[in-house]
């Protein structure tokens, strides 16, 4: 399994879906950049989340507010005073570590909510172990808040201050009342949003698991309080079978439902979306039932009222929020670490193939003339696809060998124009998964390939 991840990264960094950041000054750690398939893969990976989760619900609008915000917005999140690691440090090898990782790596307890002393004594009661060394023998726990700082300005003084958010979801929460005016919607209705979000983190690694610039893809669903449970349960499900639909194993899958002593005091329910990476279970997606919580706190801070008036009850209360929160390079590896595939043809051969839902594949299909005196025709069909959906091009090397390339790609179909395509207009459209193959006119491919990469 460690080798599947290996073979994964290997395969993002020589087919240009994922590079080191900053290679040629010998890195930034933990940085990557998306290369040419990357950034297609990825925008179709956001591209999927934005279609369920605004273009196709009833209920949701979309925004892309600033990653900087009034400093005041991280006091009422609770990030200024709360937001900070467990951190430890091995006495022995002085390697530091995440308290709470090393609980739930070597007890698959979750200790979600716990004070420090609760954990502490936790570790040295089951005699948790250093992963580096083995020593039982740690510092106590430290508070190091995850939030890069900046400034604005042209002081750098503390009233210059800044944080790079470090999650999408109050930049929601302070346009509650602008949405909610402007597009006069009732509850319930939610807002989703797309961003990057920063967190110093203590232990980043397995490739873009865990990294200090991310993208986040993140709904507030705001209801009337005493129906949150069931909105919990409609998104919690509705969040499964995205994951589902878009070719995730549900044997992959784990929904961890939080204990009550797990749960965060303004939280009603929370469950966890876990995917089965090659290095073990990891959080794909937080599901929450935030109450009231978000929007009480920034009425507080603010002294602005964030009250909805329901018009059927004559009513004014705050509205609860259910918070399904999605980090999009971290579901990005889940999706391609599910997708890799070895697979043995013939005696002696086997073909890596990227088994990627075609709507998420970086290129949908590619253009392959036999000869390259066919390369006038098969460009103008090259052309003419292109003005529908990303396609390759290649007229390098044996069939055989082109086909094998698009299959690591993940590219759905190859498409060959022959000799015999000049007379009839057909072309040979092979599928990278049954390797079958279909005569079929070019004047159908854009409709076979549109219903091949819905979604
Ligand atoms: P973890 O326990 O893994 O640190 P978290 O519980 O702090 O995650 P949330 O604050 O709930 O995570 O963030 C919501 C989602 O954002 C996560 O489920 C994850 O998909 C994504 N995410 C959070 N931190 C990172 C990161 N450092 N790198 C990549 N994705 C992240």
Known sequence: TEKTMD????LCKNRGFVYAGSEIYGGLSNSWDYGPLGVEFKNNVKRAWWKKFVQESPYNVGLDSAILMNPQVWVASGHVGGFSDPLMDCKDCKTRHRADKLIEEQTDVAPNGWSDQQMMDFIKEKGIKCPDCGSTNFTDIRKFNLMFKTFQGVTEDAKSELYLRPETAQGI???FANIQRTTRRKLPFGVSQIGKSFRNE???GNFIFRIREFEQMELEFFCKPGTDLEWF???????????????IKDENLRLRDHEQEELSHYS?????????????????????DRTDFDLGQHMKHSGKSLEYFDPETNERYIPYVIEPSLGADRVALAFLCEAYDEEQVGEKDTRVVMRLHPALAPYKACVLPLSKKLSE????VFSDLAGHFMVDYDDAGSIGKRYR?????????????????????????RDRDTMEQTRMPIANLVSYIEEKIAF
């Open 377 to 380: 025709q098969a460009t103008a």
């Open 202 to 204: 203590i232990t980043p």
């Open 173 to 175: 929460f302070v346009n």
């Open 405 to 429: 390339r698009q299959d690591e790609i993940g590219t759905p179909l190859c498409i060959t124009y022959d000799f015999d395509s000049v007379e009839d207009g057909c072309v040979t459209v």
């Open 7 to 10: 073979k994964v990264v290997s």
């Open 268 to 288: 009603n329910a929370t469950t966890d979306i876990e995917f089965m990476f090659p290095f073990g279970w990891g959080e794909l997606w937080g599901v929450a």
């Open 233 to 247: 349960t409609y998104w919690k499900d509705y969040c499964h079978k995205f994951l589902l639909d878009l070719g």
